[in-house]
């Protein structure tokens, strides 16, 4: 059972920094797709950064881009969203999530629609202040 935990929420002024942890267990990391979402009150959930299974390469939303970077970690099986530069806007709980999918995708479009991950996080609350 694949499983899938946060860490790293909490409450940040404007301009501030954080950064979200995702722990694997029950599947090797490098077998998965990763992706971070996130979910505003009365806003759709919505794609932040997702990554190559090398962590070469990074694709985020341009929302986020400059300020957000995503990388993996495979021998911790962790993956991470380190978030710069925070604004009010950045406010939502963020989800991380994996996918079974690794081959035969195209990187990194398929990878933004959050309906096809197959896992998720329980999901952490960043609150930015103004």
């Known amino acids: 059972q694949v499983q899938l935990v946060e860490s790293g929420g909490g409450l940040v002024q404007t301009g501030g920094s954080l950064r979200l942890a995702c722990t694997v267990s029950?599947?090797?990391?490098?077998?998965?797709?990763l992706g971070w979402f996130r979910q505003a009150p009365g806003k759709e959930r919505e794609f932040v950064a997702t990554i190559t299974g090398s962590g070469r390469s990074t694709h985020g939303a341009d929302s986020v881009k400059d300020r957000f970077t995503m990388s993996r970690d495979n021998a911790k099986n962790t993956f991470y969203l380190q978030m710069f530069r925070l604004i009010p806007e950045d406010t939502a709980v963020y989800y991380c999530?994996?996918?079974?999918?690794?081959?035969?995708?195209?990187?990194?479009?398929?990878?933004?629609?959050?309906?096809?991950?197959?896992?998720w996080g329980q999901g952490t609350q960043v609150t930015v202040s103004s």
């Open positions: 999530a994996a996918t079974n999918a690794v081959y035969g995708r195209s990187w990194p479009t398929w990878y933004t629609d959050w309906d096809r991950y197959n896992y």
């Open positions: 029950g599947r090797s990391l490098s077998s998965l797709g």
